[in-house]
């Protein structure tokens, strides 16, 4: 069965552009999480998707971060204008459902450098 | 206040050492509880869960104390494959929020 996927696994963009971000969760997991980790810092709760819907998006720094999930399966991130504090390396995760021990399955993630 | 701590380190030990990790969380409405490891620049993989009665797996020892809302990981025996930074994760199951602690490095030295 295949993982999480993510695309690209790394993006090197220049500040002021525009990047966007693939997730591919695992097949019949209905919650997608975006996570950001900045070097040093812990991974930080971006949002989540309950199948096609925002269950909680209040991760997202501000209005230059936009997530999609079109049709409940795949999902995007864009980032425009892209900054400099917007480095670091983003991961999706995915797990089937809302019940008690649910397990989050991660992407490999990809490594963002704004320059 | 963070939702969950855990001391950085990094713990450098011993091939065959035990080390232990502790990392306590605020919200005591907390249900589920794991222990991610992640090793560099890779994703974090999912080491186990905690359950309540305290669990184990082969090296590995699990525990959770809800009255001091903190959960502990042992490791008996080090392994150089066991250098990596392990991660302490909360679920709070109003929305179905998972919180991080920053990780723990662990550096088995041969």
């Known amino acids: 069965e295949a993982g999480v996927t993510q695309f690209p696994s790394h993006s090197v963009i220049e500040k002021g552009q525009t990047v966007t971000l693939r997730c591919d969760p695992i097949?019949?997991?209905?919650?997608l999480y975006w996570y950001r980790r900045v070097m040093g810092k812990e991974i930080k709760f971006l949002l989540h998707f309950v199948k096609e819907s925002k269950q909680d998006e209040s991760g997202m720094p501000n209005n230059r971060f936009l997530a999609e999930r079109t049709g409940g399966t795949y999902s995007t991130l864009k980032v425009q204008p892209a900054e400099l504090e917007d480095s670091g390396v983003y991961f999706c995760?995915?797990?089937?459902?809302?019940?008690?021990?649910?397990?989050?399955?991660f992407g490999s993630g990809t490594q963002l450098s704004v320059l | 206040r963070k939702e969950v701590e855990q001391d950085p380190g990094p713990f450098n030990v011993p091939e065959g050492a035990t080390v232990a990790f502790n990392c306590t969380y605020s919200?005591?409405?907390?249900?589920?509880f794991f222990w991610y490891r992640q090793d560099c620049r890779k994703e974090p993989k999912l080491l186990m869960s905690?359950?309540?009665s305290g669990n184990e797996d082969g090296r590995f020892t699990a525990q959770l104390n809800r009255a001091s809302q903190y959960i502990s990981l042992l490791i008996r025996d080090s392994k150089l494959s066991d250098s990596a930074t392990y991660l302490c994760v909360v679920n709070t199951y109003t929305g179905n929020q998972f919180y991080f602690g920053t990780g723990t490095s662990l550096t088995v030295i041969p």
């Open positions: 097949s019949g997991h209905d919650n």
């Open positions: 995760a995915s797990s089937q459902g809302t019940g008690s021990g649910e397990k989050l399955f």
């Open positions: 919200n005591s409405a907390s249900q589920s």
């Open positions: 905690v359950y309540s």
